[in-house]
């Protein structure tokens, strides 16, 4: 029989997650923690309230360096690369040639090469997407020895301060390379919780002496994956294979934000990439399903695959992430129905364990993003 952990990998910060009493589980290939001692509930209020240390190693990093090397991605991606200044970062989806949502992905104009962020379980092909369409356009290196660490929460800023000079001049979806306790790193002010912070990238022959350092500050505890995914969904942040697929469409998945003006109908660089005739078709004629909130009255948590219904049974969508937000102290989910059901207040019913659970419709996010934009 072939062992089914053999080709797990680890991440540089794995010798310290075990030393920290991390329970670890397999996600996207690597074993990562999905909670500490602290506990899930506690570790998702911590990040609320001071600073969360996350491993988030496993994502794919690259750099993509030539001349054309924006103009290029623009022919994957339904957003404004092309003006994209330095030292900032941008929210990106590819997309395929139905419209649909390959993954989602962080681009910065790192100035001479464009420093991208991919999801771990799209990372090989995310990779093999860029080679086979703009390979011949740019230099793409994938950075291998490179760990992620996100520093998470209102107390974010003060503890970079403290280690990192120039950090407090970066925002929102800025970018910097500073150092932390003699390491360069390369830091954006980003991050997946809703909550202020920062990503850190370091080689890996640093990274846990970085994240013992972080740690050392009074206001940061590690935190596991679980809290990563409660922290994210509370903040109506889309989890890809979740409330995003390659079926579904940037239009249905509520994301019009991230649709640049400049690549729409109107805009000054519109289309250009896989599944923009169907995408901008959307925009103008509406679309016959919508991400939504969805609120679950009680206390039990409605989860991902739950079918939603109506009053007479009829089913009209489906939950695609839920659970229990420990910030709000009850249920919280996201899923797509119909559209004529996705306004707020809509009453709904979702089958969990063949029990009818009455729900609502309600208008996300459930906690408020407190991203610092200056």
């Not at 860029?130 to 107390?155: F, K, M, S, T, W």
Request: hydrophobic share 40%; glycine share 10%; aromatic share 6%.
């Amino acid at each position: 029989m072939t062992d089914i952990n053999e080709n797990i990998q680890h991440t540089a910060l794995y010798d310290l997650h075990i030393e920290l009493g991390a329970k670890m589980v397999p996600f996207a290939g690597y074993s990562m923690p999905v909670q500490f001692p602290m506990g899930l509930a506690k570790e998702h209020l911590h990040t609320r309230s001071l600073a969360g240390l996350f491993d988030v190693s496993h994502m794919g990093q690259l750099r993509l360096k030539g001349e054309n090397v924006a103009a290029a991605l623009e022919t994957l991606v339904p957003v404004d690369i092309v003006d994209l200044q330095p030292m900032k970062q941008r929210y990106a989806l590819f997309t395929n040639d139905n419209g649909g949502v390959m993954d989602d992905l962080m681009v910065t104009n790192a100035g001479d090469h464009l420093f991208v962020v991919v999801n771990a379980a799209c990372k090989e092909q995310d990779i093999n997407h860029l080679r086979q369409h703009i390979g011949n356009d740019c230099e793409i290196e994938v950075l291998e020895d490179y760990a992620l660490l996100a520093l998470q929460g209102p107390q974010a800023a003060a503890v970079m301060s403290r280690l990192a000079t120039g950090s407090e001049e970066l925002v929102f979806m800025t970018a910097a390379k500073l150092e932390i306790d003699g390491m360069e790193c390369f830091v954006t002010r980003s991050g997946y919780s809703g909550e202020d912070g920062f990503e850190i990238s370091v080689r890996n022959d640093k990274a846990k002496q970085l994240a013992r350092t972080l740690l050392a500050q009074p206001e940061v505890e590690a935190i596991g994956l679980g809290a990563r995914d409660s922290l994210r969904l509370e903040c109506g942040l889309c989890l890809y294979g979740h409330d995003l697929d390659a079926q579904t469409t940037p239009v249905e998945s509520s994301l019009l934000w991230a649709l640049t003006k400049s690549r729409r109908a109107d805009g000054e660089r519109p289309g250009g990439y896989p599944g923009a005739d169907i995408i901008m078709a959307q925009i103008a004629n509406g679309v016959e399903k919508k991400r939504v909130g969805i609120k679950a009255e009680g206390r039990m948590p409605v989860r991902d695959g739950a079918v939603l219904v109506d009053a007479d049974d009829n089913e009209i969508g489906v939950v695609t992430s839920g659970g229990f937000g420990p910030t709000v102290d009850g249920p919280v989910a996201m899923g797509y129905v119909k559209t004529q059901f996705a306004a707020p207040d809509t009453e709904l019913f979702a089958l969990v364990r063949d029990k009818k659970v009455p729900v609502s419709v309600v208008k996300l996010p459930f906690v408020k993003q407190n991203y610092y934009r200056g």
